[in-house]
């Protein structure tokens, strides 16, 4: 089969290896891609949000299968515009994509089918939700609607700040037109969780948990970022929270998705937070985390090929999905800096040591072949993910094979997985 990946960063990469693994791949292209990704695959020059020009080249290479890795082609339509063009497409519809593009969306629906969620209010008026917010209770959680990198969520300690942040969101637009609406949130506390899942429109099938850190230095201090690393799977991820999940939120969310017209297919993410009342959903995502994809597509048995077409066909059932029982770590290597203001195109050396090591992947973010070679060319620039029969065992090889590679300016958490030690 030819296949086509969305996307560019280490996400795509993972999704990369892990169909290149199977014996059903011919011939793999990437667009955009990066300079990883473009040892495995052939990368063509042409952005995830240019549609016309994905679905021209898909046709004249006769590509069989696209697998959509990034959120914003999703919640644009690009699932939709391929298969009007013939194509056999991996990712929800616009019209499923919604569960991710829209908070306030997520959020109806989550009550309208009781799945446990923080209790909010929708607003699409600056002034209702200052009036809304005189009598609220602090601390209290603001979320741009839109898409915004994962930056759009303001917890507000006092009502001066969420006075401060209806602003930021919605008069000032520091979102864009993300903040066109706006979600105020009850505030939680609790471990976080993420469970990716594969879903055929009627049958999920849950992977393996993974917990990311998304601040930028260590002890979880410092701006949010896309995600600095994490592991698989969540100790905290217990038989109780499994049970608990399958029972009021997995299945409920895919049957709420098809009783409302809007049949899901692909990858749902749940981020969860573990409360002392129990499991609730912080947000749902309609694609593979990343990083969560450099922990758990290397974890996974099956061939990435056939898990995907049983999620196209409605097949999923047929499918037992099945993860090695061992444990995986990533550690991104990011520009210093990073996420506000870093320099790029240095070069990268050492990646060759990464050949032939077995349990050892260095996904690519942001890179770029250039005549001196590999450069960097992105916030995070690496993810650096290795496994072992343990989480400490993992942790310790991921966080020795972090050495192996040198840029200026590299940077990196030296805490990721450190919550595995209270277990
Ligand atoms: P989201 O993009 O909705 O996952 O939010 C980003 C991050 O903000 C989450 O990973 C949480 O750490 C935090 N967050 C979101 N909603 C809440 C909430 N209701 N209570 C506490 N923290 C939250
Ligand atoms: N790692 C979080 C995300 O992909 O949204």
Not at 75 to 89: F, I
Not at 140 to 154: H, R, S, T
Not at 170 to 199: H, P, Q, W
Request: aromatic residues 8%.
């Amino acid at each position: 089969m030819k296949i086509l990946i969305v996307g560019s960063g280490g996400r795509e990469h993972a999704i990369a290896v892990s169909v290149a693994k199977s014996p059903k791949a011919e011939k793999i292209y990437c667009a955009p891609g990066n300079a990883g990704i473009g040892q495995i695959a052939e990368c063509v020059p042409i952005g995830a949000m240019e549609f016309d020009k994905l679905i021209d080249f898909a046709k004249e290479k006769q590509i069989d299968l696209t697998i959509i890795g990034m959120d914003d082609p999703l919640v644009g339509g690009l699932t939709d515009q391929m298969e009007a063009a013939g194509l056999r497409v991996f990712g929800p519809r616009k019209n499923a994509a919604i569960l991710e593009g829209s908070k306030a969306f997520s959020k109806d629906l989550m009550k309208k089918y009781h799945i446990p969620t923080a209790a909010y209010e929708n607003f699409d008026d600056p002034q209702k939700a200052l009036a809304y917010l005189e009598t609220a209770p602090m601390p209290v959680v603001l979320k741009a609607d839109g898409l915004a990198l994962g930056k759009g969520v303001l917890i507000c300690e006092t009502l001066e700040e969420a006075r401060a942040g209806v602003k930021t969101i919605m008069e000032d637009k520091k979102f864009g037109s993300a903040g066109n609406r706006m979600v105020i949130e009850e505030f939680m506390t609790g471990r976080e969780v993420s469970v990716l899942s594969f879903v055929d429109g009627r049958t999920i099938k849950i992977m393996s948990s993974a917990q990311d850190h998304k601040r930028a230095l260590d002890g979880d201090q410092g701006l949010n970022t896309g995600g600095m690393g994490n592991f698989s799977p969540s100790p905290f991820y217990t038989e109780e929270v499994d049970a608990f999940c399958k029972k009021y939120i997995y299945q409920a969310t895919v049957d709420a998705m098809a009783a409302e017209g809007r049949p899901f297919k692909g990858v749902i993410f749940f981020g969860l937070m573990l409360t002392d009342k129990g499991p609730r959903v912080l947000e749902y995502n309609a694609r593979f985390g990343d990083p969560e994809a450099q922990v758990v597509l290397p974890r996974m048995k099956n061939d990435m090929i056939e898990v995907v077409e049983a999620c196209i066909d409605g097949t999923l059932d047929q499918i037992d999905l099945e993860f090695e029982d061992n444990a995986a770590v990533c550690v991104v290597l990011a520009s210093e800096g990073y996420p506000v203001a870093y320099e790029k195109g240095f070069p990268i050396k050492g990646l060759e040591k990464f050949d032939g090591k077995e349990g050892y992947y260095c996904f690519h973010a942001g890179t770029k072949l250039t005549d001196q070679g590999i450069v960097t060319n992105g916030g995070r620039v690496l993810g650096v993910t290795a496994t072992g029969a343990t989480l400490k065992e993992a942790r310790a090889n991921a966080y020795e094979a972090t050495q192996w590679v040198t840029f200026e300016n590299k940077y990196m958490r030296t805490d990721i997985g450190k919550a595995i030690d209270e277990v």
